[in-house]
């Protein structure tokens, strides 16, 4: 029997090849119906749909699912973003990225961008500019220079501005895969 992990990864795998698919386990169901791949929770309806007539497909994805982490997870490692804000039905749209080659995408709460920082801190401290961690901000990828956090809030500095983020906000980063 598939977990809701594989499962999930099985829609979007089918939905970014434009395939029909029908799986099921005990809690989601994913299942083709008029050209459009849908994941239903047994319990929350519909909580993820892909068009399948679209060129490439833009998944759209329920935010108070209780799944959502892990199709978020599952749309950032086949390079898909979250474009937007919350739509007036409840959904987080979700559009394909070219990723720059030799990083990985996350698309995370900001407190794992924090975490993630303590790893890479010392390259910002080196002459030049680091690029072992970027952010998407203003439609571009941007190297991070440093994190600092004050009164529950993330700063982070970039070469063109600052962002400040609460610790639960969504942030999509790119860190550099160790060759």
């Not at 060129?55 to 950032?76: C, D, G, M, R």
Request: glycine share 4%.
């Amino acid at each position: 029997m598939l977990s809701n992990l594989d499962l999930i990864r099985e829609f979007v795998q089918n939905s970014i090849q434009k395939k029909d698919i029908l799986l099921s386990n005990p809690s989601l169901t994913a299942q083709t119906v008029y050209k459009i791949n849908q994941l239903t929770a047994k319990t929350e309806g519909v909580i993820a749909t892909a068009q399948l007539s679209n060129k490439i497909p833009k998944f759209l994805i329920h935010a108070n699912s209780s799944h959502w982490e892990l199709l978020n997870q599952v749309l950032a490692e086949s390079n898909y973003l979250l474009k937007g804000e919350v739509d007036n039905r409840g959904f987080y749209q979700y559009q394909y990225y070219e990723v720059p080659k030799g990083y990985q995408m996350h698309c995370t709460k900001s407190v794992f961008l924090w975490r993630a920082w303590w790893k890479y801190r010392k390259y910002a401290l080196r002459p030049g500019i680091p690029l072992e961690l970027l952010i998407r901000t203003r439609e571009s990828w941007y190297p991070i220079r440093d994190l600092i956090i004050s009164d529950g809030l993330l700063y982070i500095k970039t070469l063109g501005s600052e962002i400040a983020l609460d610790s639960n906000d969504l942030v999509t980063w790119l860190s550099k895969v160790d060759c």
